[in-house]
């Protein structure tokens, strides 16, 4: 088991340090140019399109769920460990200054999610009374590229299905057991049942769950950090300045500090908000909307959602509480400790409490990317299946193995998969440029958008094309 460990991180120092942090930083820093500044230029259209996106009808007796819906499924397995144990991880490792990071990536790396869930709505398929696509199904009918369809296919499925799902599983155990005392296994065997029970009911029963649980869990947590911030605003100054002066302080970059800062900055806040990774395009693909760029902007906006609103709650309590950075403490448990010094013992609790829905509804969300993938390889119910039944082993398997052993699994498929995504993404993000034009001109008009292939010069040829 240590060899394995060894290996594991060898291979993650090599990746992170020489290849991911730079291929990241210059994809997501070229589609903002690009698209010039769409994250920032239109924000307000992204709220719009959230708040109308229900409005969108389809024929009765189609399945396809609606754009708030795949919003939500996204954000089901944005939102989890990443909001309050990745934070933590990444400012006890890194110190404060990676949350400054975090959010560079946040802000820029936007771009990268509305380029990838474009496509996939571009590129998506029908498939009985719904949609599927993603990344698989762009590189295969974009670049016609299948062995990298399938390799892209694979990784997800152990990103998502198995690593991720680990790392949720353990965090969720670490949490209740910390705050309850109930052994992991015994928690474990509790998530796994119902995992099972979840995801045999296929997108439309895992849509409506999240729909549901993820406002309550994510609006609760915002409130509590955000009267935890009011009772200390007078802390709130000297919290931004650490931050800001830790992620160039003198004494990190004499130290060689500030490559451990920027890097555990990007690693946890693309694990938090994974813009560019190529997981969300997977359910983005499913939502039923009259333009592509539409969904691409409600992707985005989850970005923002997840790592400038809820991961800096999670780093703000930290850093306000006063609690040691530099002990035992790592991973939620020092999320935990930093809410007990605020409110008490019920910290513990709360933040048990919260994340299990944070990490059972990402586990739910994780799920399907995975089996989104199953779907692209093979149409075998019974290979779905069996994927479903290895995804619940996982679950149990999470909740007894180490934190560092799940992490640093997460951190190696993660890197792997975003580096397959990006490749594709900055091959075909022109497409995205002439959607956008399209998009843009029709709002000029006063018109809502609506997509016709035939109508669009550069893409009225494409027939790899399918629902447009």
Not at 162 to 187: K, M, P, R, W
Request: with cysteine; hydrophobic share 50%.
């Amino acid at each position: 088991m240590e060899t394995l460990q060894h290996l594991i991180d060898v291979a993650n120092n090599l990746l992170w340090t020489y290849i991911m942090v730079a291929a990241l930083i210059a994809c997501a820093v070229y589609f903002t140019i690009r698209s010039r500044f769409v994250q920032f230029r239109m924000l307000g259209e992204m709220i719009r399109q959230l708040v109308n996106s229900n409005e969108h009808k389809h024929s009765e007796g189609e399945k396809h769920i609606s754009p708030f819906q795949a919003f939500a499924v996204s954000l089901a397995s944005r939102v989890g460990t990443g909001n309050l144990a990745g934070v933590a991880s990444a400012i006890a490792v890194g110190g404060p200054g990676a949350v400054f990071w975090m959010w560079i990536i946040a802000l820029i790396g936007s771009a990268n999610a509305f380029i990838e869930s474009t496509l996939a709505q571009l590129y998506k398929r029908r498939a009985n009374d719904s949609f599927i696509g993603g990344p698989a199904y762009y590189i295969l009918h974009g670049l016609k590229c299948r062995w990298m369809a399938i390799l892209f296919s694979v990784l997800t499925i152990l990103t998502f299905g198995f690593a991720f799902n680990t790392v949720q599983s353990n965090t969720l155990c670490e949490a209740v057991e910390n705050a309850f005392g109930i052994d992991h296994a015994y928690i474990g065997i509790a998530i796994t049942l119902a995992t099972l029970a979840i995801i045999f009911g296929g997108i439309q029963r895992i849509a409506k769950f999240s729909t549901v649980i993820v406002p309550i869990m994510a609006l609760g947590y915002i409130l509590l950090a955000l009267v935890i911030v009011a009772i200390n605003i007078t802390q709130l100054p000297a919290v931004l300045e650490l931050i800001v002066k830790d992620a160039f302080g003198v004494e990190q970059i004499v130290g060689g500090g500030i490559g451990a800062t920027l890097m555990q900055g990007i690693k946890r806040g693309l694990f938090s908000n994974e813009a560019g990774m190529g997981s969300a395009p997977n359910v983005a693909a499913t939502a039923s909307t009259s333009h592509p760029v539409k969904q691409g902007l409600i992707q985005s906006l989850g970005v923002f959602t997840d790592t400038l609103i809820i991961c800096s709650c999670t780093a703000f309590i930290i850093l306000i509480s006063g609690v040691s950075l530099g002990g035992d403490l790592d991973g939620i448990r020092l999320t935990q400790e930093a809410l007990t010094t605020q409110i008490g013992g019920s910290g513990r609790t709360f933040v048990a409490i919260a994340i299990f829905f944070f990490a059972f509804s990402s586990i739910i969300g994780n799920y399907y990317y995975g089996e989104a993938n199953i779907k692209f390889i093979t149409s075998s119910s019974k290979v779905l299946n069996i994927y479903r039944l290895l995804v619940c082993v996982m679950v149990m398997s999470g909740a007894i193995m180490s934190l560092k052993t799940v992490w640093s699994l997460a951190d190696l498929t993660m890197g792997l998969m975003t580096l397959c995504n990006i490749a594709a993404i900055v091959l075909l993000g022109r497409q995205v440029f002439v959607l956008l034009n399209d998009y843009t001109k029709q709002k000029s008009k006063g018109l809502d958008p609506v997509f016709k292939k035939s109508e669009v010069k550069e893409l009225a040829d494409n027939d790899a094309i399918e629902c447009w």
